[in-house]
């Protein structure tokens, strides 16, 4: 097979907007016929098989050069580490809360954080959570039914003290070195986990700031909170720290991971919490729950494969450089895809995966550093995720809240989702948060 990359087609880019439409058609219409979390009910791989098939259609070749490009996308190194990479996390995920890892942070954040500042803390432990286990869902799930104890013991605005939970969520699922957005984001732009999260955090942690200062002086409880007592085991805590910590210190991710699920292990064998049996129970249900992502990335290596050897990509990023004339404006140019596509498709990790090329294209062609280009695909994937009302995280946690529950309301307390936002923009025209490129330029061992 001739591995050249045709000239631009715009029929090749057809396959890729299948699966897009398709995907947001079905929740559109699941919507209007009143289906619970519509947008969720289509299983996405399956929808990335329609694309596929529409690419045998469309794309020039026999079918056995086709079948190879498709191959030859889902084997990507890149694809292969990143699936890999997923089950690993889900593995340590599923371990670390069966340890009781998830209750000890939740109490431990409560029994340390002040209530008069119930919001910012429920801001920050859901943070921490979030940070801690990669999963904004999760953390919403797990920080909401406090949120709503704590807003109605205390006098607090209801809607902003669940909108607190899912902004700190939402931080934490952006910066996460074991969030499936930020794997996605880094391995797409063939970056560092470790040098993203330094050039994300100097966005990021000044728009918590703000955030926190506002939910200090407006999200205080109007009486007092009942002072409760929290008890944990800072054991089942040190699983999280010891991923954090190693991650930022630029230990290998395999390596991270590998040794959270073992440091969890051992203490789940340490406290009676599983049998060794059971343990490799844990780890297998692990692995099986992320299997929807691990099939979504890597048939969607192999369709972007498909695009990219028909000429679908280079057709766009001609259409796409019309309008683009240097660094800013195709910053702007990637925010506006990932952040499109997240509003269509309902899902940031998807939303990552279906830039991801054409991210990395840009980047190249208007010398925008891929670090740089990493943090703002995960940046506004995560500030969409967590505004759209038939997200997961919006719609769980209005479901959660009852009778009273509102998307619409949640969305306009959301603070921090907009402050990340206008940070991140202003970061294009003046590059105040550009500080650890320039002093860590890449090397091919950075790559």
């Given at each position: 097979?001739?591995?050249?990359i045709s000239k631009?087609?715009g029929?090749?880019?057809l396959?890729?907007a299948?699966?897009?439409?398709?995907?947001l058609?079905?929740g559109?219409?699941?919507?209007?016929?009143?289906?619970d979390?519509a947008f969720y009910?289509?299983?996405s791989p399956?929808?990335?098989i329609?694309?596929?098939?529409?690419?045998?259609?469309v794309?020039?070749?026999t079918?056995?050069?086709k079948?190879?490009?498709l191959?030859e996308?889902?084997?990507?190194?890149?694809i292969?580490?990143?699936?890999?990479i997923?089950?690993?996390?889900g593995a340590?995920t599923?371990?670390s809360?069966?340890?009781?890892g998830?209750e000890?942070?939740?109490?431990?954040?409560?029994?340390i954080?002040?209530p008069?500042?119930a919001s910012?803390?429920?801001f920050?432990?859901?943070a921490?959570i979030?940070?801690?286990?990669?999963t904004?869902?999760g953390t919403?799930?797990a920080?909401?039914?406090i949120g709503l104890?704590?807003a109605?013991?205390?006098?607090l605005?209801?809607?902003l003290?669940?909108?607190s939970v899912i902004?700190?969520?939402?931080l934490g699922?952006?910066l996460?070195i074991i969030?499936?957005?930020?794997?996605?984001?880094?391995?797409?732009q063939?970056v560092?986990?470790?040098d993203?999260?330094?050039?994300?955090?100097?966005?990021a942690l000044?728009?918590?700031?703000v955030t926190?200062?506002?939910?200090?002086?407006y999200g205080?409880p109007e009486?007092?909170?009942p002072a409760k007592e929290?008890?944990y085991?800072?054991v089942?805590v040190l699983?999280?720290?010891?991923?954090?910590v190693?991650a930022l210190?630029g230990l290998?991710?395999?390596?991270v991971?590998?040794?959270?699920?073992?440091?969890?292990?051992?203490?789940?064998l340490?406290n009676?919490?599983?049998s060794?049996l059971g343990y490799?129970?844990?780890i297998y249900g692990g692995?099986t729950?992320m299997?929807?992502i691990f099939l979504l990335?890597m048939?969607m290596?192999?369709l972007?494969r498909?695009?990219?050897c028909?000429?679908?990509i280079?057709w766009?990023?001609?259409?796409?450089?019309q309008v683009?004339?240097?660094?800013?404006?195709?910053?702007?140019g990637?925010?506006?895809?990932?952040?499109v596509?997240?509003?269509?498709?309902?899902n940031?990790?998807?939303?990552?995966?279906i830039?991801?090329?054409?991210?990395?294209?840009?980047?190249?062609?208007h010398?925008v550093d891929?670090?740089?280009?990493?943090?703002?695909l995960?940046?506004?994937?995560?500030v969409?995720q967590?505004l759209?009302?038939?997200?997961a995280?919006i719609?769980i946690?209005?479901?959660?809240?009852?009778?009273?529950g509102?998307?619409?309301?949640?969305?306009s307390s959301?603070?921090?989702?907009?402050i990340?936002?206008g940070f991140?923009i202003?970061?294009i025209?003046i590059p105040y948060?550009?500080g650890?490129i320039?002093?860590h330029?890449?090397?091919?061992?950075?790559m």
């Open positions: 097979m001739n591995n050249e631009g087609n029929k090749a880019f396959p890729l299948v699966f897009v439409v398709f995907y058609a079905t559109m219409v699941l919507t209007a016929q009143g289906v979390k009910q289509l299983p399956v929808a990335v329609l694309g596929i098939i529409s690419a045998f259609f794309i020039k070749g079918i056995d050069e079948f190879e490009m191959v996308g889902c084997g990507n190194s890149n292969v580490i990143m699936c890999l997923y089950l690993l996390a340590f599923t371990v809360r069966e340890i009781g998830v000890a942070v939740v109490n431990m954040g409560m029994s954080l002040s008069r500042y910012a803390g429920l920050i432990i859901s921490f979030s940070i801690s286990t990669g904004s869902v919403v799930v920080m909401t039914p104890g704590i109605e013991a205390g006098g605005n209801v809607a003290a669940v909108g902004g700190g969520s939402m699922d952006n996460s969030s499936d957005t930020t794997i996605a984001a880094t391995r797409t063939g560092r986990m470790k993203k999260f330094n050039t994300n955090a100097m966005i000044p728009a918590a700031m926190l200062l506002l939910l200090v002086i205080s009486v007092a909170v929290y008890s085991d800072l089942k699983p999280y720290l010891f991923v954090l190693s210190a290998n991710v395999f390596v991971l590998t040794g959270g699920i073992l440091l969890s292990g051992a203490i789940g340490w009676g919490a599983f060794p490799a129970q844990n692995f729950g299997m929807d990335s048939l290596g192999g972007a498909m695009v990219e028909g000429g679908g280079e766009v990023l001609g259409k796409v450089s683009i004339k240097g660094r800013r404006t195709a910053e702007l990637i925010v506006g895809m990932v952040s596509t997240d509003m269509a498709t309902a940031n990790t998807v939303s990552i995966l830039n991801g090329e054409l991210a990395r294209q840009l980047s190249l062609k010398g891929p670090r740089r280009t990493a943090s703002l995960d940046i506004f994937s995560c969409f967590g759209i009302p038939y997200g995280q719609l946690a209005a479901s959660l809240m009852g009778s009273g509102n998307p619409f309301s949640l969305i959301c603070w921090y989702q907009y990340l936002a991140a202003l970061s025209f948060a550009d650890y320039k002093r330029p890449i090397t091919d061992g950075d």
